[in-house]
Protein backbone atom coordinates (compact mmCIF):
# COMPACT_ATOMS: atom_id res chain seq x y z
CA UNK A 1 0.00 0.00 0.00
CA UNK A 2 1.86 3.20 -0.58
CA UNK A 3 2.22 6.05 1.44
CA UNK A 4 -0.37 8.78 1.20
CA UNK A 5 -0.31 12.20 3.13
CA UNK A 6 -2.89 12.57 5.40
CA UNK A 7 -4.72 16.06 4.99
CA UNK A 8 -3.83 18.86 6.53
CA UNK A 9 -5.95 19.77 9.81
CA UNK A 10 -5.85 23.51 10.33
CA UNK A 11 -5.72 24.64 13.83
CA UNK A 12 -8.12 27.21 15.87
CA UNK A 13 -5.83 30.45 15.96
CA UNK A 14 -7.00 32.77 19.00
CA UNK A 15 -6.41 36.48 18.34
CA UNK A 16 -4.72 39.05 20.91
CA UNK A 17 -7.07 41.28 23.47
CA UNK A 18 -7.08 45.08 22.23
CA UNK A 19 -3.96 47.52 22.16
CA UNK A 20 -6.31 50.76 23.25
CA UNK A 21 -7.26 53.09 26.02
CA UNK A 22 -9.61 55.84 26.40
CA UNK A 23 -7.71 57.96 24.09
CA UNK A 24 -7.57 55.73 21.17
CA UNK A 25 -8.41 58.18 18.43
CA UNK A 26 -7.38 55.85 15.49
CA UNK A 27 -8.08 51.74 15.66
CA UNK A 28 -5.53 50.00 13.19
CA UNK A 29 -7.45 46.21 12.48
CA UNK A 30 -6.00 43.35 10.93
CA UNK A 31 -7.83 40.37 10.67
CA UNK A 32 -6.17 37.47 12.66
CA UNK A 33 -2.52 37.03 13.80
CA UNK A 34 -0.09 35.18 11.85
CA UNK A 35 1.92 31.98 13.25
CA UNK A 36 4.68 34.12 14.00
CA UNK A 37 2.90 36.65 15.92
CA UNK A 38 1.30 33.83 17.69
CA UNK A 39 4.44 31.85 18.62
CA UNK A 40 5.64 35.30 19.76
CA UNK A 41 2.61 36.75 21.49
CA UNK A 42 2.95 40.33 19.62
CA UNK A 43 1.21 41.92 16.64
CA UNK A 44 3.16 41.80 13.60
CA UNK A 45 6.05 39.79 14.54
CA UNK A 46 7.27 38.22 11.40
CA UNK A 47 10.09 40.39 10.08
CA UNK A 48 8.29 40.13 6.94
CA UNK A 49 5.84 42.21 7.88
CA UNK A 50 6.35 45.80 7.31
CA UNK A 51 3.38 47.03 9.51
CA UNK A 52 6.03 48.33 12.26
CA UNK A 53 7.83 50.41 9.40
CA UNK A 54 4.96 51.82 7.54
CA UNK A 55 3.17 52.96 11.29
CA UNK A 56 6.92 54.12 11.84
CA UNK A 57 6.75 56.24 8.92
CA UNK A 58 3.09 57.91 10.08
CA UNK A 59 4.58 58.57 13.32
CA UNK A 60 8.07 59.90 12.17
CA UNK A 61 9.22 57.20 14.67
CA UNK A 62 11.45 54.86 12.01
CA UNK A 63 12.88 53.07 14.45
CA UNK A 64 9.57 51.13 16.46
CA UNK A 65 10.75 47.90 15.05
CA UNK A 66 14.53 48.48 17.52
CA UNK A 67 12.16 48.86 20.65
CA UNK A 68 10.59 46.47 22.70
CA UNK A 69 7.50 45.41 21.81
CA UNK A 70 5.80 46.92 25.22
CA UNK A 71 7.35 50.12 24.35
CA UNK A 72 5.96 49.97 20.91
CA UNK A 73 2.60 50.03 22.04
CA UNK A 74 3.11 52.37 24.52
CA UNK A 75 4.55 54.71 21.81
CA UNK A 76 1.11 53.85 19.59
CA UNK A 77 -1.22 54.35 22.38
CA UNK A 78 0.55 57.65 23.14
CA UNK A 79 -0.05 59.24 19.64
CA UNK A 80 -3.69 57.95 19.71
CA UNK A 81 -3.70 54.70 17.64
CA UNK A 82 -4.33 51.65 19.07
CA UNK A 83 -4.48 47.57 17.46
CA UNK A 84 -6.77 45.39 17.26
CA UNK A 85 -8.35 41.84 14.98
CA UNK A 86 -11.78 41.67 13.34
CA UNK A 87 -11.39 37.80 13.82
CA UNK A 88 -11.90 36.43 17.54
CA UNK A 89 -10.51 32.78 16.00
CA UNK A 90 -10.55 30.73 13.37
CA UNK A 91 -9.60 27.42 11.65
CA UNK A 92 -6.39 28.55 9.50
CA UNK A 93 -3.56 26.40 8.10
CA UNK A 94 -0.25 28.90 8.29
CA UNK A 95 -0.92 32.11 8.64
CA UNK A 96 -2.21 33.12 5.29
CA UNK A 97 -5.52 35.15 4.99
CA UNK A 98 -6.78 32.88 2.26
CA UNK A 99 -7.03 29.79 4.34
CA UNK A 100 -9.01 31.34 7.01
CA UNK A 101 -11.99 29.36 7.88
CA UNK A 102 -14.75 29.09 10.35
CA UNK A 103 -13.92 32.58 11.49
CA UNK A 104 -15.33 33.75 14.46
CA UNK A 105 -16.17 38.07 14.69
CA UNK A 106 -15.68 39.90 17.20
CA UNK A 107 -18.62 42.21 18.46
CA UNK A 108 -16.83 45.53 16.94
CA UNK A 109 -19.71 47.68 17.00
CA UNK A 110 -20.02 46.88 21.06
CA UNK A 111 -15.81 47.46 20.71
CA UNK A 112 -16.03 51.02 19.59
CA UNK A 113 -19.01 52.08 21.48
CA UNK A 114 -16.59 52.29 24.03
CA UNK A 115 -14.12 54.34 22.84
CA UNK A 116 -14.74 57.78 23.00
CA UNK A 117 -12.09 59.45 21.31
CA UNK A 118 -12.21 57.55 17.89
CA UNK A 119 -12.66 59.29 14.94
CA UNK A 120 -11.05 56.63 12.01
CA UNK A 121 -10.64 53.00 11.65
CA UNK A 122 -7.76 51.54 9.17
CA UNK A 123 -8.11 47.93 8.07
CA UNK A 124 -4.89 46.15 7.13
CA UNK A 125 -5.74 44.59 4.10
CA UNK A 126 -8.50 42.92 2.21
CA UNK A 127 -9.58 40.56 5.03
CA UNK A 128 -9.23 42.54 7.69
CA UNK A 129 -11.42 45.18 5.68
CA UNK A 130 -14.04 42.68 4.56
CA UNK A 131 -14.76 41.23 7.95
CA UNK A 132 -14.86 44.62 9.50
CA UNK A 133 -16.86 46.25 7.53
CA UNK A 134 -19.88 43.79 7.98
CA UNK A 135 -19.82 44.88 11.45
CA UNK A 136 -19.21 48.18 11.16
CA UNK A 137 -21.77 50.77 9.48
CA UNK A 138 -21.09 53.84 8.17
CA UNK A 139 -23.63 55.39 10.37
CA UNK A 140 -21.43 55.45 13.19
CA UNK A 141 -19.77 58.49 11.85
CA UNK A 142 -16.17 57.47 12.22
CA UNK A 143 -13.78 57.45 8.94
CA UNK A 144 -13.09 54.08 7.45
CA UNK A 145 -10.28 53.28 5.91
CA UNK A 146 -8.87 50.56 4.16
CA UNK A 147 -4.98 49.98 3.56
CA UNK A 148 -3.19 47.64 1.95
CA UNK A 149 -1.86 44.60 3.66
CA UNK A 150 1.46 45.08 5.76
CA UNK A 151 2.09 42.08 4.94
CA UNK A 152 5.37 40.33 3.17
CA UNK A 153 2.78 38.04 1.50
CA UNK A 154 1.36 41.06 -0.16
CA UNK A 155 3.92 41.73 -2.79
CA UNK A 156 1.60 42.89 -5.69
CA UNK A 157 2.11 46.53 -4.10
CA UNK A 158 5.91 48.27 -4.16
CA UNK A 159 7.17 49.38 -0.57
CA UNK A 160 6.46 52.67 -1.90
CA UNK A 161 2.80 52.49 -2.69
CA UNK A 162 2.32 51.04 0.37
CA UNK A 163 4.06 54.11 2.14
CA UNK A 164 1.70 56.48 0.23
CA UNK A 165 -1.66 55.10 1.17
CA UNK A 166 -0.70 54.50 4.79
CA UNK A 167 0.35 58.05 5.04
CA UNK A 168 -3.24 58.94 5.32
CA UNK A 169 -3.39 58.17 8.69
CA UNK A 170 -1.48 60.88 9.67
CA UNK A 171 -4.51 63.28 9.70
CA UNK A 172 -5.88 60.75 12.27
CA UNK A 173 -2.51 60.87 14.64
CA UNK A 174 -1.67 63.18 17.82
Do not use: C
Not at 11 to 31: E, M, N, Y
Not at 132 to 147: P, V
Amino acid sequence: MPNTPLPLVARRKIAFPPSVDADTRLLILGSLPGDVSIKQGEYYAHRGNAFWALIGDVLGESDLRALPYAMRLKRLRARGVGLWDVIESAEREGSLDSAIRAAEARDLAAFIARLPALHAIAFNGKAAATHGRRQISAATGLTLIDLPSSSGAYAAMPRAAKERAWSVLADYIG
